[in-house]
């Protein structure tokens, strides 16, 4: 069964500063990757995602991510942070290549931008 | 655009009470996923239905039911509740065959069992 591991539970940054959260998955064939904020209150909105093609893809807000496939990882990257990004970020995956599979999450990692 | 409609958005039931949550889906979407998330917790699979029939399973408890009507929206049938199934409850859907493999999530419904 796949899993995800992200490795931060909470990150705490000042406005303007670089993000980079990271995700790792096991899982040995195909997947398509995702990246979802959750703020506060409010439910999943997708970020970016990856399903084939160039690996470093762009997400809504500035964000980006690079699926790196020899290290099964597929981080999070913004390189300048605002005070409303304050936010959880999860990465999940949908093993299989198809586009009717569960999705399973990777813990979570809280975001805390002080202005 | 039309999102994911959940209903209730909020419900506080007592234990051994039943409960009912509703899921309609983006229109020409015929996948429904349920996840339930935990207070700090992750989302958790429970299960999904394509074309009405159930698709995928996860860790869903034997007390809690699910299917998905001709319209294509589901309901999650839930009895015999326990303090542990306070959580928000997702639904997401998704257009199987479509190039996006993306799943639209709901605002979700917060149960609350006292």
């Known amino acids: 069964a796949q899993s995800v591991s992200q490795h931060n539970h909470h990150v705490i940054l000042s406005e303007a500063a670089s993000l980079e959260l990271g995700c790792n998955y096991s899982y040995g064939g195909t997947v398509n990757l995702f990246w979802y904020v959750q703020y506060p209150g409010q439910h999943l909105q997708l970020l970016l995602k990856y399903f084939s093609g160039d690996p470093l893809v762009k997400g809504i807000k500035g964000f980006e991510a690079e699926f790196i496939k020899s290290k099964f990882s597929f981080n999070l990257r913004k390189p300048s942070v605002q005070w409303s990004d304050t936010a959880e970020y999860f990465c999940a995956v949908n093993a299989g290549g198809t586009s009717y599979g569960k999705l399973t999450f990777g813990q979570g990692t809280i975001l805390t931008v002080h202005p | 655009a039309a999102g994911v409609i959940q209903s209730p958005r909020h419900l506080i039931k007592e234990k051994r009470e039943t409960a009912t949550l509703k899921c309609y889906p983006i229109?020409?979407?015929?996948?429904v996923y349920w996840y339930q998330q935990g207070p700090g917790q992750d989302p958790q699979f429970l299960i999904s239905?394509?074309?009405?029939?159930?698709?995928d399973k996860g860790s869903i408890p034997d007390r809690f039911s699910a299917q998905q009507f001709s319209d294509y929206h589901s309901e999650l049938n839930m009895s015999s509740l326990e303090l542990g199934d306070s959580a928000l409850y997702f639904c997401?859907?998704?257009?199987?065959?479509?190039?996006?493999?993306?799943?639209?999530f709901g605002p979700g419904t917060r149960l609350t069992v006292t």
């Open positions: 997401a859907s998704s257009e199987t065959g479509g190039t996006s493999y993306e799943q639209y």
């Open positions: 239905f394509y074309e009405k029939m159930q698709s």
């Open positions: 229109p020409r979407h015929d996948t």
